[in-house]
């Protein structure tokens, strides 16, 4: 089908001439419905009326059984008899429109049954119970699904819970709102009919609502139309000048484009790999996009280069052939073969330059992808068929139903309206959910993905690979370094996330601040909500002392005694800024009242005294082992955790001088401790045993400034 619509409330829009000798010739309404009134067509031969819906359909499907259709629009022709649409056709021609528009998508023959039944029980005297008698259950399902959509009221009170029911019974099967879209696509088509402001309140839900979950099935055929049509009827003086823009371009003698895709087709054609290379026009919303973004437009910003190819290698070997015989724009590549989109979308995306400055879009892919591309969840056959009558998915082999028609934004939709509190907080995240329009990929250290929108933080992450066991998170590292759960992820980012062991743990009141998806959101909303009385922080630490803890009566001798300098006298005392212990090579000053201060060479302190000028001090150490270490822990706040670090500093044999615990901040907390140890040699086995307490990220020496 063309993704440019003629809506009868606006002009219709420039298409080439080549386009329009290609393009499939658009039904007439009006012939189609004197051939419906002529009456039933003999048993078993297909009627006329619905001849186009057949040829649509045997061009995806050859061996199609076109008996259910035929029985199906006697049905539907019969039962509407006699009712008009406002545009003056017979009634019959909806149901046939919306057949033709999915037949063309490539759905297979239940939903082209289902389509021509979709208004029935709600319009006419047939039932539920007759449909399943006359083709089975699974076409009365698909028809009852249709028929509460068809109920739903946008602007109703009840919206909220009247939606999440739709959306609840469209996840079962998205072949129900596969029908939807197309009935949506169809009465946009005819909008010029009703009064202007009947056109406003039905495109603005089309906008909203439709048009969203269009691009999150991948429907990109039904989506494109929609969004032309939606901003004729909002945006007209815009809609105008766009289309102004795309005629003065259409009447120009040159076509950058033709010329390279000619280039392209030479390029490909010397490397031997067979390719078919197309010139794709940008619809009227994706210009006006190009024209904000840049400013003038040129001749190549008009369209795009489709290269479709038959093999997933073929692919990667025409990106080659471009990038090394045309001058490539490198940033404009990406590649969503690799890492498909959350919609299923598969294709290479490059761009190739001109001498003069004309830059070309390239998209790379082969046929099956873009049958995916442009019709998403409808070409995928039907999730219930065996292999035979599934294009795309062969079934599995144990028998388990296969479900192709499930992407995972749809999945992770049917996860969370089931954790909704209520109707309210899911209506409420499902439309910001649905205004998020890009979507980026974080891999897992396993090499797996996780699929989330635009600003996603690393709380989002741990609800979509943890569910509400992420309540334990308790951390994570962004490409290998340690990064807070508020951090915001990029595309491309490799994310660990770092969980606790306490299976009481809570979910932190402030992750809801960083919390973008409606897993993550309605997850901690519902923790919140059955524990209206929990008053501590979660993560946060038990009983953590704030003061330094007193020095101990029976403390080991001061390990000052251990270094050996080399003046007469001197008080030694080893600097608190580096704490310095053998084996480490050191190096004192004098200061006031005949005190050498050790540090170790390290120490910035060492660097600031010398740059001033004052003199060193020779010093080393002596017999002694004993010495006595400041460390630092650095870990994610959790129950338990200073018992736990100070069980295992002294299973090591180090007795703690001082502890100084800093208040909790963003989940993290930093643990200052004073310890003596009989041997410095023991220093590197207690770091370790600190570092292997749970919440525990990085144990090292102090360095103060």
Request: aromatic share 4%.
């Given at each position: 089908m063309s993704a440019e619509a003629t809506n009868p409330a606006t002009p219709g829009p420039v298409v080439p001439t080549a386009a329009r000798r290609k393009a499939r010739p658009r039904i007439d309404l009006r012939r189609l419905g004197r051939a419906a009134l002529l009456g039933n067509a003999a048993r078993g031969k297909l009627p006329d009326a619905i001849g186009h819906v057949a040829e649509a359909h045997r061009a995806?499907?050859?061996?199609?059984?076109?008996?259910?259709?035929?029985?199906?629009?006697?049905?539907?022709?019969?039962?509407?008899?006699?009712?008009?649409?406002?545009?003056?056709?017979?009634?019959?021609?909806?149901?046939?429109?919306?057949?033709?528009?999915?037949?063309?998508?490539?759905?297979?023959?239940?939903?082209?049954?289902?389509s021509l039944l979709h208004d029935t029980v709600e319009d006419t005297d047939v039932t539920l119970d007759q449909v399943r008698e006359q083709f089975g259950e699974e076409v009365r399902y698909l028809v009852d699904g249709v028929t509460k959509l068809e109920k739903v009221d946008y602007g109703a009170a009840a919206e909220p819970e009247t939606f999440r029911k739709m959306l609840v019974a469209t996840g079962s099967d998205v072949r129900v709102m596969s029908i939807k879209l197309a009935d949506r696509l169809h009465n946009m088509r005819t909008l010029g009919v009703m009064r202007p402001e009947k056109q406003e309140r039905i495109a603005k839900v089309t906008r909203d609502v439709l048009i969203p979950l269009a691009e999150r099935l991948g429907v990109q055929a039904l989506k494109t139309e929609l969004e032309d049509l939606v901003f004729a009827i909002l945006h007209p003086e815009e809609y105008a000048h766009t289309r102004e823009l795309i005629a003065e371009n259409a009447a120009r003698a040159d076509d950058p484009l033709a010329d390279i895709s000619d280039e392209v087709r030479g390029v490909l054609r010397e490397a031997d790999i067979p390719a078919e290379v197309l010139i794709r026009p940008r619809h009227f919303v994706s210009v006006h996009r190009v024209s904000r973004k840049r400013g003038e437009l040129r001749g190549a910003d008009f369209g795009r280069l489709l290269v479709l190819v038959n093999e997933d290698a073929d692919c990667y070997a025409v990106l080659g052939e471009l990038h090394t015989c045309l001058t490539p724009v490198v940033s404009e590549f990406k590649d969503f073969i690799a890492v498909p989109k959350f919609n299923l979308y598969q294709s290479l995306h490059t761009a190739v330059a001109r001498a003069d400055g004309q830059v070309a879009e390239v998209?790379?892919?082969?046929?099956?992808?873009?049958?995916?591309?442009?019709?998403?969840?409808?070409?995928?056959?039907?999730?219930y068929a065996p292999a035979a009558d599934a294009p795309v998915s062969d079934a599995p082999a144990d028998g388990e139903r296969a479900d192709p028609t499930?992407?995972?934004?749809?999945?992770?939709?049917?996860?969370?309206?089931?954790?909704?509190?209520?109707?309210?907080?899911?209506?409420?995240?499902?439309?910001?959910?649905?205004?998020?329009?890009?979507?980026?990929?974080?891999?897992r250290?396993?090499?797996?993905?996780?699929?989330?929108?635009?600003?996603?933080?690393c709380v989002d992450a741990a609800y979509a690979q943890y569910g509400?066991?992420?309540?334990?998170?308790?951390?994570?590292?962004?490409?290998?370094?340690?990064a807070t759960l508020s951090t915001v992820l990029k595309d491309g980012d490799?994310?660990?996330?770092?969980?606790?062991?306490?299976?009481?743990?809570e979910p932190s009141r402030e992750w809801l601040e960083h919390a973008h998806t409606p897993a993550a959101r309605i997850a901690i909303q519902r923790w919140l909500a059955t524990h209206p009385d929990s008053t501590e922080e979660p993560h946060a630490p038990v009983a953590v002392p704030t003061r330094p803890i007193p020095e101990p009566q029976a403390?080991?001798?001061?390990?000052?005694?251990?270094?050996?300098?080399?003046?007469?006298?001197?008080?030694v005392r080893l600097a608190g800024c580096c704490t310095p212990v053998p084996p480490d090579e050191v190096t004192g000053f004098a200061v006031r009242g005949g005190v050498v201060t050790v540090h170790r060479v390290a120490c910035a302190a060492v660097a600031h005294m010398k740059s001033t000028g004052r003199p060193e001090t020779a010093v080393s150490w002596g017999d002694s082992t004993a010495c006595r270490v400041?460390?630092?822990?650095?870990?994610?706040?959790?129950?338990?955790?200073?018992?736990?670090?100070?069980?295992?500093?002294?299973?090591?044999?180090?007795?703690?001088?001082?502890?100084?615990?800093?208040?909790?901040?963003?989940?993290?907390?930093?643990?200052?401790?004073?310890?003596?140890?009989?041997?410095?040699?023991?220093?590197?086995?207690?770091?370790?045993?600190?570092?292997?307490?749970?919440?525990?990220?990085?144990?090292?020496?102090?360095?103060?400034?």
């Open positions: 995806h499907y050859p061996d199609a059984d076109l008996e259910p259709l035929r029985r199906a629009y006697v049905l539907a022709e019969s039962s509407h008899r006699g009712q008009m649409r406002k545009s003056g056709e017979p009634y019959i021609t909806h149901p046939l429109a919306v057949t033709l528009i999915l037949a063309e998508l490539g759905a297979e023959t239940t939903t082209l049954t289902a998209l790379i892919r082969t046929h099956q992808m873009h049958k995916v591309a442009e019709a998403g969840v409808v070409a995928l056959g039907n999730p499930r992407p995972g934004w749809l999945s992770r939709l049917l996860d969370w309206q089931k954790a909704a509190p209520d109707a309210d907080t899911f209506w409420s995240t499902l439309r910001e959910d649905l205004a998020q329009d890009r979507e980026i990929t974080v891999f250290p396993d090499g797996g993905t996780l699929g989330l929108p635009e600003g996603a933080t509400e066991d992420a309540h334990a998170c308790i951390g994570a590292r962004v490409n290998g370094r340690l490799t994310v660990q996330l770092l969980m606790g062991q306490d299976p009481a743990s403390a080991t001798p001061r390990t000052a005694s251990a270094v050996v300098v080399d003046r007469p006298d001197a008080t400041t460390l630092v822990a650095e870990s994610f706040g959790r129950p338990h955790l200073l018992a736990d670090l100070t069980e295992a500093m002294a299973q090591e044999g180090a007795e703690i001088v001082s502890a100084t615990v800093e208040p909790p901040t963003q989940q993290r907390v930093r643990h200052t401790y004073t310890v003596e140890l009989p041997d410095a040699a023991h220093l590197p086995a207690l770091m370790r045993a600190m570092r292997n307490v749970a919440g525990v990220y990085d144990v090292d020496r102090a360095q103060h400034q």
